[in-house]
């Protein structure tokens, strides 16, 4: 029978949940203080921001997806008592983004000829282009700065993390501030200044996080970092095995939303209204989510490099998804009880807007079992990485949402016109189906392993 959980393991996956979640949030005030600053330079800048950012995202989310597998290595290794061998980790990972990032840069040099290949307004693609001349330079130290995240995070050193990305959202304030509208004597450079402003940034992180693992007594040698900068195939090969597949489910789950809204912009303009607040505040509630799914993935992989199997394997699983059910338990209240209110932190609350509440209050609602299905299975995906199991979760996560979840919510939206709440019917029922296979994939893996070796050792890891 599945362990349940305890105090101890509760107490471990807080104090890797908070802390990422909190620096989460400082990356969300970096994305914020960007569009803020663009958006005073006026709406073709903020425009042609957003064509940039849309290609310059897919391409990161595939680069995001490479560099997960560290989490994984790091935590088995950790577990294992081979805590030497993390560097070396880390560093055939960067191996890997740095190979991924010379096509991308290539990629990313032309945007101005992509974007006119597509149909879009010349003198926003040409100002696009310029703004992605300076941004394509953050690919790299982009890439790499969330691998080290992961790796800290693998290493219980999460409130590193948060803190260095707290630091950069306020630098990138300041840069942003100085760069774009040239105060404190320096040339106003508008769009170019936030392109500038991300790659000092993005690099300065990058550079704290490689200076901390080459120069300090990490974990036990100083000199460990220095080795490992060989190509090791077994390692790279264990990353392009792993990374691939994440970076795939990224782009299913990202396009998945983005389909989503195209197909909601044909229902209305008060519909894409309330589904773009619906899906803002998802993203808001989901960087707590985000924080217990990466807890538990650490912990299993953990687990796993000790061989404590099974009944810890659950104990882990279901101490993280009690603490989501916590966590969601105040945001599920406040998005049922207070929908109107909500709306009107988006849109405000002048009569023009009151015709808006009536279609948005119900998608608010429903948002939040939504949110909490899509939570629940989002740690159980995580589970099943931390056992190194990620092209299943991928092929669950393709059936269940594109192949039952996106044709569900169109028969619902549109053929038994519900609309934009139909639309998140069927989300919900993706992510439901795809929890329940994820469990049962997770119940399966978790029994091909022998009893417990030493379930009390990794109380005190």
């Known amino acids: 029978m599945p362990k349940l959980p305890n105090a101890s393991e509760l107490g471990h996956i807080l104090k890797i949940a908070l802390p990422l979640a909190f620096g989460q949030v400082g990356g969300i005030i970096i994305v914020l203080t960007d569009a803020l600053m663009l958006g005073r330079l006026g709406p073709d800048a903020l425009g042609a921001a957003g064509l940039a950012l849309s290609v310059y995202e897919i391409i990161a989310t595939i680069g995001y997806g490479m560099a ?134 993005y690099a300065s992180g990058f550079l704290f996080f490689f200076t901390l693992l080459t120069f300090h007594r990490f974990p036990r040698s100083g000199t460990a970092f220095h080795c490992a900068w060989r190509l090791k195939r077994a390692v790279l090969g264990q990353f392009f095995r792993l990374g691939w597949p994440k970076s795939l489910e990224f782009l299913i789950i990202g396009g998945l939303f983005s389909v989503t809204s195209l197909l909601v912009g044909r229902i209305g303009v008060q519909a894409i209204a309330s589904h773009t607040i619906a899906f803002q505040i998802s993203i808001v509630v989901g960087l707590g989510i985000r924080g217990i799914a990466n807890a538990v993935t650490t912990r299993i992989g953990i687990a796993s490099g000790r061989k404590d199997y099974v009944d810890t394997m659950w104990r882990i699983l279901n101490s993280g ?33 009151q015709t808006l509440l009536s279609i948005a209050s119900p998608v608010i609602s429903f948002s939040a079992f939504f949110i909490f299905i899509n939570g629940f299975s989002r740690v159980v995906n995580h589970a099943l990485n931390g056992l190194a199991d990620i092209k299943i979760p991928v092929l669950i996560a393709a059936v269940a949402y594109w192949g039952i979840g996106l044709p569900s919510g169109m028969v619902f939206g549109f053929v038994m016109e519900r609309g934009v709440l139909g639309m998140w019917w069927g989300l919900a029922i993706g992510a439901a189906i795809a929890t329940l296979v994820y469990l049962m994939r997770f119940e399966w893996m978790v029994r091909r392993f022998p009893p417990n070796v030493s379930t009390a050792r990794l109380d005190t890891a």
């Not at 982009?142 to 993390?161: H, I, K, N, P, S």
């Not at 989501?324 to 109107?340: A, D, E, Q």
């Open 321 to 353: 998804l009690l603490l989501l059910f916590l966590f969601m338990l105040l945001p599920m209240v406040i998005l049922n009880l207070f929908s109107p209110w909500a709306i009107s932190l988006f849109v405000g609350s002048d009569l023009n807007v």
């Open 68 to 201: 997960f597998p560290v989490i994984v290595l790091a935590s088995r290794a950790r577990g294992a008592g081979r805590l030497r061998a993390v560097p070396g980790i880390i560093w055939q990972g960067l191996w890997i983004i740095a190979i991924l990032s010379v096509p991308v840069c290539a990629m990313l040099w032309n945007l101005e000829e992509i974007l006119l290949m597509t149909g879009q307004v010349p003198h926003l693609a040409q100002m696009a282009g310029h703004y992605m001349d300076y941004l394509l330079w953050t690919v790299f130290p982009a890439f790499g700065l969330f691998l080290f995240m992961l790796a800290f995070v693998a290493m219980d050193r999460v409130v590193t993390v948060a803190i260095t990305t707290w630091i950069g959202a306020g630098l990138n304030a300041i840069l942003n501030y100085v760069l774009i509208f040239g105060h404190f004597g320096f040339p106003a450079m508008g769009m170019a200044g936030v392109g500038l402003a991300s790659v000092i940034v």
